[in-house]
């Protein structure tokens, strides 16, 4: 099993930015692909960022695209997104996800484990 629990988020103006941080228990997440997803109100949860195992090779959302940043530190078990040029259109939940798989995927189903989510709140 592993917990993720995910930290970072709040409330900022646009044009802002933030890093969220999604530390890793249990085991390791070191093999995991890892992923962060978002959920406005009202809307379904949908893909933002995902990383490869090694960090070789990430994945964005077309609306995040050179605005966020995904990264890891497997020595800390730790995935952090790093997101500049906030918009308000950002405001959602944020949820780290891992799948133990070399593949990173963009729906939410392909995910084995979840965290708790963190609020992102931007202000126009």
């Known amino acids: 099993q592993v917990q993720l629990v995910e930290s970072g988020g709040g409330l900022v103006q646009a044009g802002g930015s933030l890093r969220l941080s999604c530390v890793a228990s249990?085991?390791?997440?070191?093999?995991?692909?890892m992923t962060w997803f978002r959920q406005a109100p009202g809307e379904e949860r949908e893909f933002v960022a995902g990383i490869s195992w090694s960090g070789a090779t990430t994945h964005y959302a077309d609306s995040v695209k050179g605005r966020f940043t995904i990264s890891r530190d497997n020595a800390k078990n730790t995935v952090y997104l790093q997101m500049d040029s906030l918009k308000s259109e950002d405001t959602a939940v944020y949820y780290c996800a891992a799948r133990d798989n070399i593949v990173v995927r963009t729906t939410t189903f392909e995910y084995d484990y979840w965290g708790q989510g963190t609020q992102v709140t931007v202000s126009s």
């Open positions: 249990g085991r390791t997440i070191r093999t995991y692909v």
